[in-house]
Structure formats: C-alpha cells, structure tokens
C-alpha cells in the first residue's frame, strides 16, 4: 500500500469542515485563515510507542492520546483549537491500525471541532507526532510566567490516576477488591485523557499563569515558577484524588502518583487571593473542577508539606525523557 | 540529561528573532502573529533514520534537510516562509549529535529567515519531524489543482542528483574517472537540498499549478495532473541533468534517476504558452532555472516520449513509502 492510500484513508475520516480552512489535506501544505485579531498558538508533540504509551494500546486511544496531549497544551495557552496536522511513522502499512488510529483520533477532533488538515504518513518505528493549531485574542493568552508571590495554586480534575493505571498495569494488580474499580476507571485517565480546553478558555483573564500537568505536578510547577522567577509550595493533603485512586493505593503511593506521577493533562494555574471568587464561578460551570492546593511563594523552588507542616521530599519528582 | 537541557541547547541555538514572534520556545505553545491579508501556510515532514537517510547521515545534513523538506513544501505553494517547529526523537540524550543537529537546522532557517518557535525531544528511534509555516497573500497560493490542458510543463533545477549520490554510496563506485567529481558533487544534493522558495515566489501568478518533487518527477507530476483533471506528457531529452550526472552515469540509468528518483526538491510547475515569456523573465534573476520539460494533455497520466516520439516505459514510477 502506497503512502497515498494511507492518506486517503485517513483523509475520507478527516470530513470535519471548518470555514477558516482554505485548503486542507491533498497539496504541498495547507491553506489557514486565522481569524482578525487573533493570535496564533502552536504546538507539537511526539508520541512513542513504548516510551509514551504501551506497545499493546489500542490504536484508537494511540489516536485519541496523539490528539489529547496537543489539545492539552493549547489548554494551558487559554486557547481555542482549531487545526491539526499528523505526521504518523508506521512499521508496516497496516490498514486496519490506521483505520483505529484515525478512529480516535477523530473522535476526540470532532469533540473540539479541529479540522485535520495535513500530514505525512512514513514508514519507521512507531510514532506520532501531531502539531496543533488554535487562537486566541490578542494579549489573552495564559502564560507560564505570570505567577506572583501571594497567589494561590490550583490545579483542575484529580491527580495521579493515569500513573495508578501505568502501576497496575505493571504490577499485575487490578483484578480483586477495590483494584476492580480502579482496574475500570483509571486506564481511560491514561489513554484517553480530556483536554481542558473549557477550562482554559474560563481562565482567560483571571488566571495568572497556567501550564499543562503532563510530566508530574511538581516537574511542571516548577516549569511555571522558573518561568515566573517564584516558588511554591504545596498542601499535600489538599492534591485532589480521584475515589478509585484512594481506594486502590495506599496514601504515599496515591501521593506519589499526584506529586510526580505525568500524564495527568490537568491545567495547574495561579489566581490572585482577589480572584479566588471568580475561579470558583469559572469553574461552577465545568465538569472538571478546580481545587485550591497550595501557595506562590517568593523563594524559588517547589516545596510540599503535610498537614502538620512538615516538609515532605518526594522520591521522584516528574517524568525524566531520557531516563534508562 | 533531561529534556529540559536539550530544548535549552537547541532554544540557545535559535534565537534568530522576528517580529511576528510574539512567544517562542519556552511555554506550552508558541504564539505567533500572521501579518493581515496573508493566509497562514502550514506543512509537516518526518525523516526516519534508515528510511529518508543512511545512518551515516552527519548530523548537520539531517538537520538541515529536515527543515529543508518542509521549506521546499511551502515553496511549492509559493510561500514564504515564517517558522518552524521541530519534534525530535533520539535514542539517547547525546548533547554532541543534538548540537550539530541544531547547527545545520539552523544554518538553513537563518538563510530562510525562520525562527524555530516550539518542539518536543523526546527518547525514541532516530527520527525527525519538522512544521514549517509561512504566508501567502490571500488569494496568491500556488496549488496543485491549476493545470490546463496545453499548458507547459517547466521543472526547476535539475534532477536525478541525490538519486546518483545514493546510488553512488550504494555500490561504491565514485574513487575514479568521471566519478570522482560527482563524488565530490552529488552528495551535496542528496544532503542539503536547496528549498527553491524564491523560485516559488516569483512564480505567484504565473504558475497554474505547482508541486514539490519529493518522490520522484513521475509521482509527484501525476499527483498534480490527478488534482487538475489533466495529464501530461515529457520530453525524456528535455530533462535538465546536471553536467557531472552526465558525466558519472550512461544515458538511461540518469534518466531513471531525474524521472524517479526522488529527494530532488525542485518545483515542477505549469504556466500557459502565453506566460512562458512571463517565466523566463522570472528565472533570469533566480539561481536555478527553469526548463521547459513538456505539456499538460486532457488524456489522464503521465507519458514520456525520447526524440523520436517513442513512449518509454520507466521501470519505476517514484519512490514507494512503504515498499519493504
């Protein structure tokens, strides 16, 4: 099968229209119209199977997650998606895997309303990478810079499910007691993560800084407080926890899972003590939730203590890309 | 070494700035600006070590070719090109290969005026994939879907090169005679191709229609007659080859090479005979030429004819994505 078929394949799935697309997939490149007085917000990121997701995954999460993850930092941006382009590497020209893999791919797209609108299909070691396209209004973006000393922490949904589901997979456990919950409900935190997009967008002015969770709460807080020249410090006994999590691991590990854990593809942000009010209304009407886990501090670094205000020192503190 | 240490490397690398910058590398998306009455152009590539490029490949010539892929696809559309994202996956955190990547990327964005805004490394098997985009003003895109029967038909450059620096390398002729000075030539154009974006330029609202030709001149002029409903037919003697192809191999094996040989990155282009004056004066100022290579039909395919009017039958069509 030529690279042409594949393409057709995933082109005949790709039907989603959208008025600001001139030209989509079928020339050298596409043809974008970003709307007056928007800027343009761009990402991209790779999936690799076997570092980024189990090699058994089913191909329609593949899809979905390639997705996920990109929508994910146009989330943390304050943006609204609007484009995507995939470039995919395949072993083999495997028809029935990229008829799954766009499945999913596609159901997520069709959720947010992204256009596909270009990509490559190669041969090579599995892999994904997805470029995600958005808008968002002039000076309206959500930065990671913009934290102050006194603000509040806050991060949306629970933490730690995703790597509780990696844990299970890994151990084995999951098939008695409690774990049979957990064994339904926290593989779909892993492989179909939701994007806040809504979230995002109810952040736009009220939000000081804001950043994907995708490496673990304190590797990509402490992103945020690099970029914003601040420290923070963190309640560990506030982390939000999904039921499941609580019930099929014991408190350090769960714990363990919130602070460092990656994969969360929560929004963690910084509101003044002013604007606590607003985000509690910005959040009211959002299935996610928001919870309030700990404080800007002026001392760089991030720091989590216990409800007697011990200093806790967590054994990992994020997801390491090169890590052996 | 971390991710975070390698996106520093290639981020220190990159500070080309422009003013339609508004956030570069650094925060989960970039945020850019399209200047008004310009559409947004907007491609992606991957390169698989083994599969786009020997293993050998210095890592400058991968790096420069990555980008240079991608600015040949918004050449193609007669873009001009504005920035790029680069997602890398390497085995190993190897700071060496990551800083010579960046300097032959580097080298060609700097010619292009690119700024490189965003990207992901992550760990993985050898393989790049670059999201180059530009502009065009409204209107003024170069597609594939304009060609009118009694058209000509013009390629830039010449073509078969980097076909004769594989094959080159891959029976190990090139120490003597002839060869040596295709030895020292041909490689270059197999390594570094020359995005022809000024050629793509100069031909707004000249050319009727315009591709890329990445996998061979057979592919890529069938996709371009497929778009516009037309065929074509080519002069086999009126291929442009280059003197030290002709020096290095027979009559018929570099005629192979310019018709399906692929990775040459010139512009195939159409343009009415009433324009052709128009291109002429257009290529008097441009480095490469453009050579006037054959005619647009109404009957669908692609034909090639030698001196005598005799169709040739080429033993392959163009290069094959998945072929094992």
Known sequence: MAEFDLIELIRARAMHSRGDVVLGIGDDAALLEVPAGQRLVACTDTLVAGVHFPEATAPQDIGWKSLAVNLSDLAAMGAQPAWAMLALALPLADVRFVEQFAEGFMELARQFEVALVGGDTTRGPLGITVTAMGFVPEGGALLRSGARAGDAVFVTGTLGDAAGALEMRESGIGNRGPETRAAAALPARLNRPEPRVAAGLALRGIAGACIDVSDGLLEDLGHLCCASGVGAEIDADALPLSPVLQEAFPAAQRRGFALAGGDDYELCFTASEADSARVAR???????GA????????????RVFDANGKTLEPRRRGWQHFAT
């Not at 910005?282 to 996610?288: R, V």
């Not at 919870?291 to 991030?302: D, F, K, L």
């Open 282 to 288: 910005a959040f009211a009407a959002l299935d996610c």
């Open 291 to 302: 919870t309030r886990i700990g404080r800007v501090v002026a001392q760089p670094g991030v």
